[in-house]
């Protein structure tokens, strides 16, 4: 997933003013910052679409998901440039049948193949087996959406209770045909995080949120054998990485040469029901 550079910090961490309380600090700041430094801008007088566009032609890649429901650019990229962006929807599932609303309706209007949740960044939180994120898994299952799941200690400073990856367990046996994808790391518990994907055939795993070079070991070895069809790459442009960060490191990432194609793209586009990709 991406998000469009923006001149500010603001609009990426807006939704999360009120989890983060008095640790929130200045509303135009990341609160993420002592993880990052040197992220991604954008350049005086650019449209963010259209450079994110440029950038990802420099790198080749060829489509991203985008969030329409929280970047303020996303929904106009993913109406002009539907054959480039990959349309999801975060929620807050304390707004109960208008989440549930929320996503029949952007499903109507940009086809979105996945709706995310931060369990640790709503106000109050809604830790990731809480009934209140029930109505929100029904949903997707029954719109065949992809869902994916902050897990993990969080970044921004907020408790971490809601996001512990031994949660995910009751979920997917209630929902066995939920495809659920971890986000953000699920450290310091990626060895669970391996276990259930190993129990659980609809459970995957993206790698959002962290350069190459710090993947945890647990997921590189689970992906370079039983893990192959269950691990993807998610950059984090442009929320703390560039692309030449991230590229320049995934050159040293110790994948085997058929686990590659799964990883970048294969994996993706079947979780989130898409056509093949073309090689």
């Avoid at 603001?10 to 993420?32: N, R």
């Avoid at 970047?71 to 807050?92: E, K, Y």
């Avoid at 039983?226 to 442009?237: H, I, L, S, T």
């Amino acid at each position: 997933m991406i998000w469009f550079p923006t001149p500010t910090e603001a609009p990426k961490y807006q939704m999360i003013q009120g989890a983060l309380g008095q640790h929130g600090g200045d509303p135009s700041s990341s609160p993420t910052s002592y993880l990052f430094s040197n992220g991604p801008s954008l350049p005086e007088g650019r449209d963010p679409v259209d450079y994110t566009l440029e950038q990802m032609a420099k790198f080749n890649i060829g489509r991203a998901v985008v969030d329409v429901a929280l970047d303020p650019a996303g929904a106009g990229a993913a109406q002009r440039h539907p054959d480039r962006f990959i349309a999801s929807c975060s929620v807050d599932p304390n707004l109960g049948m208008e989440a549930v609303r929320q996503i029949e309706r952007l499903h109507r209007e940009f086809g979105i193949r996945a709706v995310s949740l931060a369990p640790a960044m709503m106000n109050p939180q809604v830790p990731i087996d809480d009934k209140r994120a029930y109505p929100v898994y029904a949903k997707c299952v029954e719109l065949d959406l992809a869902v994916f799941i902050t897990v993990g200690v969080p970044g921004p400073r907020v408790p971490m209770a809601a996001q512990r990856v031994e949660l995910l367990d009751e979920v997917c046996w209630f929902f066995p045909e939920l495809r659920i994808v971890m986000r953000h790391g699920a450290e310091p518990w990626d060895d669970l995080a391996v276990k259930l994907m190993l129990k659980w055939p609809n459970l995957y795993y993206s790698t959002s949120a962290f350069a190459p070079r710090r993947y945890p070991q647990s997921i590189i070895d689970y992906a370079n054998t039983r893990g192959a069809d269950k691990v993807m790459f998610a950059g984090y442009y442009a929320v703390g990485l560039t692309w030449d960060r991230i590229f320049t490191e995934l050159d040293q990432l110790q994948l085997k040469d058929d686990v590659w194609p799964k990883f970048l793209r294969d994996n993706a586009y079947r979780v989130l029901g898409l056509a093949p990709a073309s090689s």
